[in-house]
Each structure stands twice: as structure tokens, then as C-alpha cells.
């Protein structure tokens, strides 16, 4: 139940001085000072061009002293920190806060936790593939037990922006290029992250993000224009981040992005009508880094100043890292260009969300004895290799080359095999690569007789003297992410090459692939029999690649995202629609003269150490919704998880629609020989649309729906609606 604090805000914001309610939405992250002669934004940029190592880069990050701007603290002037993870740190400064600052109001501490905090599971879209809301509940209730161990009380996830361009960076943090899966996604991880009552010292509250439509940024460059129509932005970019403010998220982070024209930061439609109107949202509305100052480089504010005050007029609450409200709004309120009822109206949700995580009655809400006895425990790390076992998805299986009979002489390839920090992916501050298993380390722990060989010296050696090969390639985890856009999402030349020498031999080759996005791998799927895609999976990631590689594991894990066959495909996603002339033989269709219009691996796609079989396909009307029922039956010879899903088209809509759209979906165990019937249930409020008008049309006619194992490969039936 949400408790109401109303009486108490209006209480606390007349005892403020004008600057104690600026200081309010001050969030700033501790600087680093002295140590290096270079500034810091360079010498990140000496770690990406390869100047100085990734190790290089963490020691002189460990050895820097930081700057917690404990004289603002103290003067009031900072009402929150970002990227604080350590219950000694939180706990010191939260005591200036109380103790030290004139109306003793707590502090309240933000960090990234987007998939994991100590104990790192698979990034979010591999932990998709899995299509498992219970399980993406429990990684982020793990991830919360963690994180508020070590002082966090706001993370900044879910990302649920849909993502249908693989060239984008930050596919990986999200649930992929469909708008059912990410709302399903990210509610889960809000209930997983805040439990049941965010005063609980292990509840921790969720910031959705970033709204909206970061994900479609032109041309899969991060930070870009998103310029869309209103029906496409609300049918399928909006469903998300409305799904985790109805599953209670308390806090919502604008996107970098413009929005036909409008950054998301000064956008009043966005932060005022559609969030608190529309969807009543009374959380915390938080700024992305440094976001609001950057409005001036968007050419839609002169300076800082203006920009400020465009902010804080939409509905920007809280300020992270560009110091643009600390320095001028008190000035702007003072001249009457911004009224202080508006400014109220922010603090109150700073206040309110601090009270609602129960801050002050209880601000120090851990200890480091209880940091040290949460972290990595080993129900967590089992969770998390069950978690990255489901999110493999086994792309290729010639002659059921996979799994690996016992007594297999392996040959393993690729200095992703060993390289351990390699195996978190984007977005795992709070990670030690120690706690990491690569491949190696788990073959050696299960004393499996393999060789390794990570260059090429010996690698025809190594090959001779093993019945299998297993190449493991991918991407380095700074290739996805934020900042991360790739023109070309082809595997390295290097890697290629060092897949044909090994097919060369003759001997069967499996390729594990490392990565963060989807692939271009046209290339390797003609040279190799195999292809496990083993994302950036954690903590576990080689445990759980042994597990499915050996068979302890029968993979079961479907791709949220279209694997193209080439980057000029780019973007590409099965919920197109259709041209006059959809791509076919004839020239003058919708196609590429030097590519095909299909992708390699279409959505929903992915396969299993068993088979399954669809039919008798039922379509019944029932009580607000429609009931699908279709009967699966594992035709092979092992038990396994099947995802089943459901998928319509509207062809007698007002508008032109999808060619398919995912409805519903669900997963069944199924034994040898077992079959089952399941039935999915579709709204009929989810089978509306926009007309042109922006009015919402329930949909009638005929309705055409699918069931199977990928988008591709249905059953059908069919239905009027009137
Ligand atoms: C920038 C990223 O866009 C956002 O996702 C993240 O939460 C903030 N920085 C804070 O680190």
C-alpha cells in the first residue's frame, strides 16, 4: 500500500530557504582529483583508443582520491549522489546529511545496478531470451539484496527502450525490438527491485528509462534524433515505460534523446501531459548525466540558464551531474521566471520518494557488516548460472553435433575463452573480475581434458590433437553499450580468419559467440556446423556455456532480437509492415540488389537439444480476452523448455499494421513423447490501434493469428472481431 507523506513535505518545504530546495535537486557523483595531469574524460578516452589498458585505467581509478563535495553537502546543497556503492562511504556522508546540515534531510543514493551488483548476471538482452518474467523478478530481487547491502536506494533500470536497430550500443540493456516483451520485462524487474515496500531495508526503488524512444535513434547512433509519427510512438515505443509506472516504479529518467524536435529533458508534453497527467506518476523524475546543460548543445537553449529554467518548467525534478539548477535556479525563481510553486512541485518529489524509502526514520539503511555477508552468496551465483543457461540461445546444431559426448578431446580457441572480465558485458560497475568464470577455468574445474591455444602459433597443434573445435568469439564488452554504436556488426576479419584455418582442418567446429547485440554472421554460418550465442552472461558465463556445450543444460532460449544477415539490413525487426511490393523475385519489389530481404535468425528463433511439433490451433472468444490454444509436443528425445508464442495481424485495420505482432507468449516443460495443450490469452484491448486521427480504434474484421516456436514458423487460424 502507498502510504501518503503529503503533510509531511508541505511541512518540511516551509521550514526551506530557497537554496535548501535547490540543494535538493542537486545529484552529483564524487570527482576524482589529483594523481593524473590529464582530466579524467581523457584518460577515459586513453582506455578506449587503447593508449592504456582497461587495467591501467581501474589502477589509477583505485588510487585516485575523490572528492564527495562534502562542503556543499554540508551547506545543504546536495540532495543526492550517484555511483556511490559502498555501505562505509554511503554512511559517512548520510551522516553529514542528518547530523551536520541544517534540517538533518537524508540523502538519497543512485547507482547503475542494470544487471547484477556484485553478483553479475546475464545483461538484459540475454537474460530476455529467456522469456521468463519469474525468473527476471528474481535477478533483480537479487540484484536489490546487493545493492542496498552496499548503501544503494535507487537504481537506474529498467532501460526498456525497444530496440530495433543492432548498430545502437545499448541493445544490450534492454529486452530487445519488441514493445509485449520489454513491458513484461521491465515490470518485473520494478516488482523484483522494489519488493513489496520500499521502506524495507532491502527494497530498492527502480528509475525507468529513458523516456522515450531512445532506442530509435537515427541511423543506431547513440544520443541521436528520434523523429516519429505519434501513432508509431504510442503503439510501440510507449507500452514499456507505461507497464513499469503501472507496476509501481518510482522514478522515471528522461532520454538524451530529441523527440520530433524536442528533447525528452525540456519536454512538457512528455514530462507533464503523458507522465503525471495522463499516467498520474507522483515519483521522482530524474535527469539523465549532465542532460540538462546538454539542451544547449541541442540548440534549443542559449546557455545553462535557460536551459534550467526550460527543465524545471517541464517537470525535470532532479538535476544528475550538470550543476545547471544548483547555479541558477535560485536566481531564477528569485526574478519570477520561474514560479516556486514549480519549484515545490520538485522538491515535494524528492521528498517524497526519500520518505517512501522510509530515509528518515531510517537513513542508514545498512552496515558493512551486513555489505560483506550479502555479497555473492551462493544461492545468488546458483541463480545466476541458472539465469545464463536459459538466456543462451543455440543458433545452429548441424547433425546434432551438440552436445558433446562424454570423452570429446575439446579444442578450445579465442582469448575470449579465458579472459574472465571479459564475461560481465556492459554495465557492471560494482563487478570484480575476479568472481567471473571464464571457459577455461570452468573446464578446469570440472576436469574435462581440453586444450587451449589463444593465438595462432599453436593453434594447428592443438586442433591435431582434438576431436572438436570450439572457436569463442564475439565482442569485447566496451563494443556494446552506452556510447557503443558500431557502423559495421560483423565479427572482427581476425576472428573470421582464424574460423576458416580451424575449418580448414576438417574437424567439426562450434562456435560460441561473446557479444552484446545482435550479429552479422552470415559469414560464419556457412563456415560452421554450431552456434551457441552465449551474450555477455555474468558471473557464471562459462559454467553456464559448459553446462549447454556438455548437454546439463538443454538450451531453451529464443532470440528477442532479429539477427540480420548483413549491417545494411540495419534496422530490422519482425514487426515491419508491408509495402505495396514486399521484397520477392521480382525486381521491382522492396529489396536489396546486394543482400537478402530476410534476416538470418528471425525473432522468437531458437533451437534445442529436443524438437517440438504445433497443431490444432483453437481461437475462442472469452471474457475481455481471446483464448488461443494450440498443443506442443516434444517430438525428441530429451526433456526441455519450449517458448511458445503467439502472434496476430490486423488486416483490415484503418492504418497500415505489422506484418506480425507478438500478443502472448508462454514456457512449457515438456518430456519426451509429452504433449501439451496451452492457451494464451490476447486482451481484445491490446488488438487496438491509432487511426490517423490518434484515436483509438478497437480493431474489427478479421483477425489472423499464429502459434509456434519463432516468428517464421507458425501454425495459423482465423477470426472475425466485429
Ligand atoms: C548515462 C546513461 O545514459 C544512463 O543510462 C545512466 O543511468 C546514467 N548515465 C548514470 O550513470
Same mark, same amino acid.
Given at each position: 500500500m502507498k502510504k501518503d507523506y503529503e503533510k509531511q513535505i508541505q511541512k518540511l518545504l516551509k521550514k526551506m530557504t530557497l537554496e535548501e530546495k535547490v540543494g535538493q535537486l542537486q545529484q552529483c557523483g564524487p570527482s576524482l582529483v589529483g594523481a593524473f595531469e590529464v582530466s579524467f574524460e581523457e584518460l577515459l578516452d586513453m582506455m578506449f583508443d587503447g593508449r592504456i589498458s582497461q587495467e591501467e585505467f581501474d589502477k589509477l581509478m583505485g588510487t585516485a582520491e575523490q572528492d564527495f563535495h562534502e562542503e556543499d553537502l554540508r551547506a545543504g546543497r546536495v540532495g543526492s549522489y550517484n555511483g556511490i556503492g559502498d555501505a562505509d562511504t554511503v554512511n559517512r556522508l548520510q551522516k553529514i546529511a542528518v547530523e551536520e546540515t541544517r534540517l538533518g534531510i537524508p540523502l538519497? =543514493?543512485?547507482?547503475?545496478?542494470?544487471?547484477?551488483?556484485?553478483?553479475?548476471? /546475464?545483461?538484459?538482452?540475454?537474460?530476455?531470451?529467456?522469456?521468463?518474467?519469474?525468473?527476471?523478478?528474481?535477478?533483480?530481487?537479487?540484484?536489490?539484496?546487493?545493492?542496498?547491502?552496499?548503501?544503494?536506494?535507487l537504481t537506474f533500470a529498467p532501460m526498456v527502450d525497444v530496440a530495433k536497430d543492432a548498430r545502437w550500443g545499448r541493445v544490450s540493456e534492454g529486452a530487445g525490438e519488441d514493445a509485449l516483451l520489454n513491458s513484461a520485462y521491465g515490470a518485473a524487474k520494478v516488482k523484483g527491485f522494489q519488493g513489496d515496500?520500499?521502506?524495507? @531495508?532491502?527494497a530498492m526503488a527502480a528509475c525507468v528509462k529513458h523516456f522515450v524512444a531512445y532506442g530509435a535513434g537515427e541511423a543506431g547512433r547513440d544520443y541521436n534524433r528520434v523523429d516519429m509519427s505519434m501513432q508509431r510512438l504510442w503503439e510501440e515505443y510507449m507500452p514499456p515505460y507505461q507497464a513499469c509506472i503501472e507496476a509501481g516504479a518510482r522514478a522515471v529518467m528522461p532520454a538524451f534523446n530529441d523527440l520530433n524536435g524536442v528533447p525528452c529533458t525540456v519536454n512538457s508534453w512528455l514530462l507533464r501531459d503523458v507522465l503525471r497527467e495522463k499516467w498520474q506518476f507522483d515519483g521522482l523524475v530524474i535527469s539523465d548525466s549532465n542532460a540538462i546543460a546538454e539542451c544547449v548543445a541541442h540548440g534549443i537553449a542559449a546557455d545553462k540558464r535557460e536551459a534550467a529554467k526550460q527543465a524545471v518548467i517541464a517537470?525535470?525534478?532532479?538535476?544528475?551531474?550538470?550543476?545547471?539548477?544548483?547555479?541558477?535556479?535560485?536566481?531564477?525563481?528569485?526574478?519570477?521566471?520561474?514560479?516556486?510553486?514549480?519549484?515545490?512541485?520538485?522538491? #515535494?518529489?524528492?521528498?517524497?520518494?526519500? =520518505?517512501?524509502?522510509?530515509?528518515?526514520?531510517? /537513513?542508514?539503511?545498512?552496515?558493512?557488516?551486513?555489505?560483506?555477508?550479502?555479497?555473492?552468496?551462493p544461492e545468488y551465483r546458483a541463480l545466476a548460472r541458472e539465469a545464463a543457461g536459459k538466456s543462451i540461445v543455440l543458433l545452429k546444431n548441424e547433425n546434432s553435433i551438440l552436445p558433446l559426448a562424454s570423452g570429446t578431446r575439446i579444442g578450445v580457441f579465442g582469448s575470449l575463452a579465458a579472459d574472465k572480465g571479459q564475461m560481465t558485458g556492459a554495465w557492471a560497475i560494482g563487478a570484480n573480475p575476479d568472481d567471473c568464470v571464464s571457459l577455461t577455468e570452468a573446464l578446469e574445474?570440472?576436469?574435462?581434458?581440453?586444450?587451449?591455444?589463444?593465438?595462432?602459433?599453436?593453434?594447428?597443434?592443438?586442433?591435431?590433437?582434438?576431436?572438436?573445435?570450439?572457436?569463442?568469439?564475439? @565482442?569485447?564488452?566496451?563494443?556494446?553499450? @552506452?556510447?557503443?554504436?558500431? +557502423?559495421?556488426?560483423?565479427?572482427?576479419?581476425?576472428?573470421? +580468419?582464424?574460423?576458416?584455418?580451424?575449418?580448414?582442418? #576438417?574437424? /567439426?567446429?562450434?562456435?560460441?559467440? =561473446?557479444?552484446?547485440?545482435?550479429?552479422?554472421?552470415?559469414?560464419?554460418d556457412k563456415t560452421v556446423p554450431a552456434i551457441v550465442e552465449a551474450w555477455h552472461l555474468g558471473v557464471e558465463a562459462g559454467n553456464a556455456v559448459l553446462d549447454v556445450l556438455l548437454g546439463d543444460v538443454n538450451p531453451s532460449g529464443k532470440l528477442t532480437t532479429t539477427f540480420p544477415a548483413a549491417t545494411g539490413q540495419c534496422p530490422m525487426y519482425y514487426a515491419h509492415t508491408n509495402t505495396g511490393r514486399p521484397g520477392g523475385k521480382?525486381? =521491382?519489389?522492396?529489396?536489396?540488389?546486394?543482400?537478402?530481404?530476410?534476416?538470418?535468425?528471425?525473432?522468437?528463433?531458437?533451437l534445442s537439444y529436443t524438437s517440438y511439433s504445433y497443431k490444432e490451433l483453437s481461437i475462442a472468444k472469452l471474457e475481455g480476452a481471446l483464448g488461443v490454444t494450440v498443443t506442443v509436443r516434444n517430438t525428441g528425445e530429451k526433456a526441455g523448455d519450449e517458448i511458445v508464442q503467439c502472434y496476430v495481424q490486423t488486416p483490415a485495420a484503418k492504418r497500415v499494421r505489422p506484418v506480425r505482432e507478438l500478443k502472448a507468449f508462454a514456457k512449457v516443460t515438456l518430456k519426451p513423447g509429452e504433449e501439451k495443450a496451452v492457451t494464451l490469452k490476447i486482451p481484445y484491448d491490446s488488438l487496438g490501434y491509432y487511426d490517423w486521427d490518434m484515436k483509438w480504434t478497437p480493431y474489427e474484421g478479421k483477425l489472423k493469428v499464429y502459434a509456434g516456436g519463432n516468428v517464421k514458423d507458425t501454425i495459423e487460424g482465423e477470426i472475425q472481431l466485429s
Open positions: 538519497l =543514493f543512485g547507482y547503475d545496478v542494470i544487471h547484477g551488483f556484485r553478483t553479475v548476471t /546475464p545483461i538484459p538482452l540475454a537474460e530476455s531470451c529467456a522469456w521468463e518474467p519469474a525468473l527476471w523478478e528474481k535477478t533483480a530481487r537479487v540484484a536489490a539484496e546487493e545493492a542496498t547491502a552496499a548503501g544503494v536506494h515496500d520500499l521502506a524495507k @531495508e532491502d517537470g525535470m525534478d532532479m538535476d544528475m551531474s550538470s550543476n545547471s539548477y544548483i547555479e541558477h535556479l535560485k536566481e531564477l525563481v528569485e526574478s519570477s521566471e520561474v514560479e516556486e510553486t514549480v519549484l515545490d512541485e520538485a522538491v #515535494g518529489d524528492v521528498l517524497r520518494i526519500k =520518505f517512501e524509502l522510509g530515509l528518515f526514520d531510517n /537513513p542508514y539503511r545498512t552496515d558493512k557488516e551486513r555489505e560483506q555477508r550479502t555479497m555473492l552468496k574445474a570440472r576436469k574435462i581434458s581440453y586444450r587451449y591455444s589463444a593465438d595462432s602459433a599453436d593453434m594447428q597443434k592443438t586442433a591435431e590433437e582434438s576431436d572438436v573445435l570450439v572457436a569463442v568469439l564475439g @565482442e569485447m564488452k566496451e563494443e556494446s553499450g @552506452e556510447a557503443a554504436s558500431r +557502423a559495421e556488426i560483423t565479427l572482427p576479419p581476425e576472428q573470421l +580468419a582464424m574460423v576458416r584455418e580451424l575449418a580448414a582442418t #576438417g574437424k /567439426p567446429v562450434i562456435a560460441v559467440l =561473446f557479444n552484446g547485440r545482435p550479429l552479422a554472421i552470415s559469414q560464419l521480382s525486381k =521491382f519489389t522492396s529489396k536489396y540488389l546486394d543482400a537478402p530481404v530476410e534476416p538470418l535468425y528471425p525473432f522468437g528463433y531458437g
